[in-house]
Structures are given as structure tokens and as C-alpha cells.
């Protein structure tokens, strides 16, 4: 171990937490005020540089890092990427439908428009799986992929190659700063690890096209995928693009995506067979933007940085430029995830399992080509474990925000600022607390991407379907909003456990099982009708009203408006040329 390397990445990750610290305790217009709007919604003050760099900071960690680039080396490839580039289009649709509305309505949370339209049960329906979920997958996992990442790193150093340990250090370290200084303290610190972030990924993409120029042809080619023609001989002739191409995609792009284990079909295809198990080409049509949407535009740790926006405008500007920066993803996380697997193929062997462990793909490349250079490694190992720590203080941040402004001050009445506070730090504390004790837990699935997107297929698709009768049916009857989730947590169970399994027993669906993006559609739908159903039975005799927030500047950006376009244009491109 390099102590250089070890000081300098110690002090930068303690260096950003300080500044954040800091940052959160100077007031943005001289009023030293601590009320929950200050600590939760960083007094709603953001620009919007630093509600893009929060939001892609709060997205991006080793859940892409260790999990989607985990899939990419397996046989999935460029199609995870759709998870990316589909995003960078929701966000734009999120920036002009979504944010409008919430921030019309002055919210704290995303559960309380529920009860603006919906009623009360409808938000507590929403907020305490949304707090469970936060907790126990989306905060666990996010520490279990980080010290996954670190242990896989520093696997022969003792301490820092244990998972367990790495868990509670990664978790202390995050809520040391959201504990004090709330949103704004993410939202500063997140500028540092976004930036960071970026330049860190370009430097392993970098490497790692370099050490596949390098490496001799005779090697490479044992990690060819079966349905490519390409020879030692073309291999040799290649440059590192081409050698990319013709390992993955062959060498007239014959090597097409095939249903099968890993190696045996073409690796650099957006779309692929209806009958593949996890994104097959039908889930491009409903099934992955149930989540997208969900995730980018009613997910309270994402969407908080924008209800913290200095205006419409700003949190519009914020969120295209968010939506930029994920049209970059793919290529720090997908392509390197790909390469992985063609350079270091012996090294995602778990020879204790005897099966591959593609988990491990992005900390073997990382562990290969960076860790030699200790005035490097410093960097990329800050920026990953920044990414790590980012992402965790906004899940913790809000966690406690929905606890307390959507569970205990509505069963108190709790109107005091102060104490409102200090109960959200509290929330913190039990957190972090419970989320470490679970993540150790989580080394026992196979991919900890797929445990993630299968347990919102519970959520998702529900809530997506009430929020948009919401929006656009104003005589849905109030106890939808509550109706609504529930029948989507049982069709989701049924097509899992019941539905599903006699459906493909009987022939009666396209494939040998349902993937879990049709599986949200087939819900999302369900959903939807029995809303259409009971509001054509039952409407509301007078629309919702609506709370209005006239402090807040609603005047859209014409400019955020043209990027937006732009961007979706700039996406379309992208799945041309890898489709």
C-alpha cells in the first residue's frame, strides 16, 4: 500500500466534507436562520449548476460503478446504457411536466402532492416505503457497492480489504456531513464529487483503451464473442476502437445480441431479443421509463435538489444540464464495464464460487491500470468514493426529510423549526445505523443492480400511474391515490410469484420468463385502467385545489428548453449508431 496514495486520498475526501460543512453554515442572505426549510431544502437558494452537479453526484456511484458496469462485462453490454440515455430524455420531460407543478405547490416532499390531491393516507401510503425503501435498498446497497469497490481495490491490505469495515466507514463518513449541514452541504460537496467524478471516469476509459491497444492480439482474442469473424490477424491491424468493435460486435457487425449466456452474442447493441431476461427490446417501449420516470421525477432523494431550487428557471437549467451529463455515462461506466471483461477476463473469476463475479469488473480495472500510479489512484479512488459518499448523504438527507416533515410532524403536529430539525438528525443517525447493518448482507445476490430495479417494480409503476392521474385528471376520486399503490404491490407480487410462472408454464407468454420491466409495465397499466375505471364510476364532483407558492419565480427558461431538445435529439443519435 502506498502511503502517499493513502494520505492523499484521506485528506481530499476529508478536505470535501469540510468545505461542505462550511459551505452549509454560511447563509446565503445573512440570515442565520436553522428552520426545516434551511436544512432540508438548502433554504431553497440552489442555482442551477449546483442542482446539475448535485443531481448527477447523487445519482452516479458504484451502483453504476460495480453494478451496471457489472452488467456490461456480463452479457448485457451497451443495452444497460438504456438506463442512461433514456434518462437524459426524462429528465428533460421532468424539467417542463413535473417540476412546474411540484414547485408550484411550495412541497417539501414528493408524498405531500399526494395529499394535496389525494388525501392523507395517500401520502402516508407513499412515504413509508419510500422511507423503507431508501433504508433498506437504496441506502444499504449504495454502502455494500462502495465497500465493495474499496475491499475489491485493496484486497490484499488488511481492514481495508474487509467488506464489513469498509461498510461503517463509508456510512460514518456520509452522515457525518448530512447530520450538520443538511442539503446545502450536499449539494456542495456533490459540485466537488461531480466534476471529480467526470474527469476521474474519463481517466479509466482512457487507460483502458490504451492497455487494449497494447495487449497482444493472441490474448485478446480468447475473449471474443462467439458470432464475431474477427481474426488474430484483424486484431493486429486494429487500432484500439476497432479492436473494441470487432471483440464485441465483429467484424461487419455480424455479431449480432443473441439470447444466452455471456460470450456467446454481440455486446455493443442497444436492442436486444424480446426473449432475453432483463432488457429485452419490449421493455424499451413501456417498461424502462415506468422506472426512469419514477426515479428522475418522483424519487424524493433526486427530486429534493430541485424542490431546493432558486426558481422554475434555475431547477429547468439544473436538470438539462444534468440531463447532458448522463449522454456521458456510458462511456465512463458501459464501455469500461465491456472492457473489462476483454482485458482482465481471468480476474472477475471467484475462484471460491467457481463463476464469474462481473461485480468486480470496474475495481479489477481500477486495481490494473490505475493503482500503479499512486499520483493518479489517489484521484480515481476519491472520485469513486466521493460518488459513494455523495449518493448516501442525499439518500440519508432524505430519508429523513420524508421521517420527518411526512411521518412525525404529521402524527405530532410538530410546528417548531428548530425541533423539526433536530429530529431529522436524529432520523440521520438511525439510519445510517440501520443501512450498515444491512449492507454486508447484500454480498449474497448475484447482481446488486438487478436487486435494486426488481425492488421498485413493487413501487414504481403504482405510483407513477396515481401521480399522473394527478396531474392531468382532476375528477380521479382522492382514495385512487391510496388504491392505486396498493394494487400495484399485489399485480407486481402475482406476476412475480403466481401470474407469471402459469403464464410461461402455459405457453402463454413470449419467453421462458417475465422480465422485471415487463413485469412494471403489465402493473403500470393495470394501474392506470383501474383509475380510468373508477374515475369514469365515481369522479369528483369539483376539482383539487391546489396550493400556490407565490414566493416562487415560475417563469420557464426558453433556453433550458431549447438545450432540452437538443439533448433528445443528441439521444436519438446515440441509439442509431449502436442499435
Known amino acids: 500500500m502506498n502511503i502517499l496514495e493513502v494520505a492523499l486520498f484521506l485528506g481530499s475526501v476529508i478536505g470535501v466534507i469540510a468545505l461542505g460543512i462550511w459551505m452549509a ?40 460503478f460495480v453494478g451496471m458496469s457489472g452488467s456490461a462485462a456480463n452479457w448485457l453490454g451497451m443495452a444497460i446504457a438504456s438506463y442512461e440515455w433514456m434518462a437524459a430524455v426524462t429528465l428533460v420531460v421532468v424539467g417542463f411536466l413535473f417540476l412546474p407543478r411540484f414547485l408550484k405547490a411550495g412541497l417539501f416532499t414528493i408524498p405531500e402532492f399526494l395529499e394535496y390531491r389525494f388525501g392523507p393516507i395517500a401520502r402516508l401510503v407513499m412515504a413509508i416505503p419510500a422511507v423503507v425503501t431508501l433504508v433498506f435498498v437504496a441506502t444499504s446497497s449504495v454502502i455494500f457497492s462502495g465497500a465493495k469497490f474499496i475491499s475489491e481495490y485493496y484486497n490484499t491490505v488488511p481492514v481495508l480489504n474487509n467488506l464489513t469495515a469498509m461498510c461503517w466507514l463509508i456510512a460514518l463518513f456520509a452522515a457525518a456531513y448530512v ?8 449539494a456542495w460537496t456533490d459540485l466537488v464529487w461531480g466534476s471529480a467524478l467526470i474527469v476521474g471516469g ?50 461487419d457487425n455480424e455479431a449480432v445480441a443473441v439470447n444466452g449466456p455471456n460470450g456467446s452474442g454481440g455486446k455493443t447493441h442497444m436492442v436486444r431479443p424480446k426473449e ?28 429534493q435538489r430541485t424542490l431546493g431550487s432558486k426558481s422554475l428557471a434555475e431547477g429547468q437549467k ?22 473489462a471483461y476483454n482485458l482482465f477476463a481471468e480476474d472477475l473469476f471467484n475462484s471460491t464460487t467457481n463463476e464469474y463475479d462481473y461485480d468486480r469488473a470496474f475495481p479489477v480495472l481500477v486495481r490494473n491500470l490505475i493503482k500503479p500510479y499512486p499520483m493518479i489512484s489517489w484521484f480515481i479512488l476519491a472520485a469513486l468514493s466521493g460518488a459513494v459518499i455523495s449518493s448516501l448523504a442525499s439518500m440519508l438527507n432524505s430519508a429523513s426529510t420524508l421521517a420527518t416533515m411526512d411521518l412525525y410532524a404529521k402524527v405530532t403536529h410538530e410546528k417548531d423549526q428548530n425541533k423539526l430539525v433536530m429530529v431529522g438528525r436524529v432520523f440521520v443517525v438511525l439510519f445510517v445505523l440501520l443501512s450498515a447493518l444491512v449492507a454486508p448482507s447484500l454480498d449474497n445476490f448475484t447482481s446488486i443492480f438487478t436487486y435494486i430495479q426488481e425492488f421498485q417494480g413493487f413501487i414504481s409503476p403504482g405510483i407513477l400511474a396515481v401521480f399522473l392521474l394527478g396531474f392531468f385528471s382532476p375528477r380521479t376520486p382522492k382514495y385512487y391515490g391510496t388504491l392505486g399503490i396498493i394494487v400495484n404491490v399485489i399485480a407486481y407480487g402475482a406476476f412475480k410469484w403466481v401470474l407469471g410462472p402459469i403464464m410461461v408454464e402455459n405457453g402463454w407468454w413470449y419467453a ?14 393495470i394501474v392506470l385502467v383501474t383509475g380510468l375505471v373508477v374515475t369514469l364510476v365515481n369522479p369528483l364532483k369539483t376539482p383539487v385545489l391546489m396550493p400556490v407558492n407565490e ?29
Open 179 to 186: 447530520f450538520v449541514g443538511g442539503l446545502k452541504a450536499c
Open 25 to 64: 453554515a454560511e447563509p446565503d442572505d445573512g440570515d442565520p436562520t436553522n428552520d426545516a426549510s434551511d436544512y432540508f431544502l438548502a433554504g431553497r437558494g440552489l442555482t442551477w449548476w449546483l442542482v446539475g452537479f448535485s443531481l448527477i453526484a447523487a445519482n452516479i456511484s458504484t451502483e453504476q
Open 276 to 303: 432475453d431476461p432483463e432488457l429485452p427490446w419490449t421493455a424499451l417501449i413501456v417498461g424502462l421509463w415506468i422506472p426512469n420516470f419514477f426515479y428522475w421525477g418522483l424519487n424524493q432523494y433526486i427530486v
Open 318 to 339: 439544473g436538470i438539462v444540464f444534468a440531463a447532458f451529463m448522463k449522454l456521458l455515462i456510458p462511456f465512463l461506466v458501459v464501455i469500461p464495464g465491456i472492457l
Open 512 to 525: 421462458d420468463q417475465i422480465a422485471f420491466l415487463d413485469r412494471m409495465a403489465l402493473c403500470f397499466f
Open 202 to 251: 474519463i481517466v479509466v476509459m482512457t487507460m483502458a483503451f490504451i492497455q487494449l491497444s497494447d495487449r497482444p492480439a493472441e490474448e485478446l482474442i480468447e475473449t471474443k464473442v462467439a458470432n464475431s469473424d474477427a481474426t488474430v490477424a484483424d486484431l493486429e491491424e486494429a487500432g484500439f476502437w476497432r479492436r473494441f468493435i470487432l471483440l464485441n460486435d465483429g467484424v
Open 551 to 579: 414566493k416562487m419565480n415560475l417563469e420557464s427558461s426558453k433556453g433550458a428548453q431549447i438545450a432540452g431538445g437538443l439533448i433528445i435529439l443528441a439521444t436519438m443519435g446515440l441509439y442509431y449508431y449502436f442499435w
